[in-house]
């Protein structure tokens, strides 16, 4: 038993210095490596959680801003919508107008139309002598552009018109616009025409006005009619002497070219070798 005890105790004092030097291992890695490493760990995870606090955070004030986001564009819709209905039913109410002032206009229209028709009617049974240009132009011949031009130049005079802004002529312009006619037929200008006229409108003034108008128009008439024959003379005999060849040697490109190989004169009577 004694001996067991003494072993034991040598056991002990054996073991003692390995135990003093786990513990002062024990001591030294605590302090020198576990708390430090302790802190780091600490550090990091306050650091960590600091972090996943800071997203959860910055998460939720960005959902916030989602949600603000999403209640103004909420807001803008239905702003535009409202903007828009408000254009589309001022436009609808610009058409209905627009609809309701063409409908109105053209009712009015329609009414004077009828009015200026039943006036039409009523001036054509009171006065058959009255008649439209359309009328006018199919009893004499005469287009109704010219009969227009007619009235500007004053050879016809203005005609009444009625609440339609048309024309109406009597006979008297009927006979004045046929007189014109006639007179152009035989080749008067338009100021023979208005003196013979004038000379028409005043039967008291002698005749022998109209006389020499129809005289010195006469003497035109036969000047024209003599440099006709001669200009008829003179295209007979080119055609006569034109052999047929080649263009080089046709007479009547040649007397085209040089008016002194004309057999006579067709300038208003006066010879060719005499103007040469």
């Known amino acids: 038993m004694e001996q067991i005890f003494t072993s034991l105790r040598e056991i002990l004092v054996l073991a003692l210095p390995a135990f003093f030097l786990v513990l002062l291992l024990h001591f030294y890695l605590k302090k020198v490596l576990f708390l430090p490493m302790e802190r780091v760990l600490e550090e990091r995870r306050r650091r960590t959680e600091g972090s996943v606090a800071g997203s959860e955070e910055a998460v939720r004030a960005a959902e916030v801003k989602l949600q603000d986001y999403e209640r103004r564009l909420a807001e803008a819709r239905a702003l535009i919508y409202q903007d828009n209905e408000a254009a589309r039913k001022q436009l609808a109410d610009q058409q209905a107008a627009a609809l309701a002032e063409a409908r109105s206009t053209s009712a009015a229209r329609v009414a004077e139309a009828r009015a200026a028709i ?87 003034r002698p005749c022998g006005e109209a006389n020499v108008i129809a005289e010195r128009h006469l003497a035109d008439v036969t000047a024209k009619i003599t440099q006709l024959q001669a200009l008829s003379t003179e295209l007979s005999r080119m055609t006569a002497e034109c052999a047929g060849g080649r263009v080089s040697a046709c007479k009547v490109i040649e007397v085209l070219h040089n008016h002194g190989l004309c057999a006579q004169g067709h300038d208003g009577g006066t010879s060719a070798s005499a103007t040469a």
């Open 118 to 204: 039943s006036e039409e009617s009523a001036n054509a049974r009171a006065s058959p002598s009255l008649r439209t240009i359309g009328k006018l132009a199919a009893a004499t011949g005469v287009k109704v552009p010219t009969i227009r031009f007619y009235e500007q130049i004053g050879l016809l005079p203005a005609p009444p018109r009625t609440a339609s802004d048309r024309r109406l002529y009597d006979d008297i312009a009927l006979r004045r616009l046929s007189f014109i006619r006639h007179s152009r037929q035989l080749g008067f200008d338009l100021d023979s025409i208005r003196s013979l006229l004038d000379l028409s409108d005043h039967p008291d």
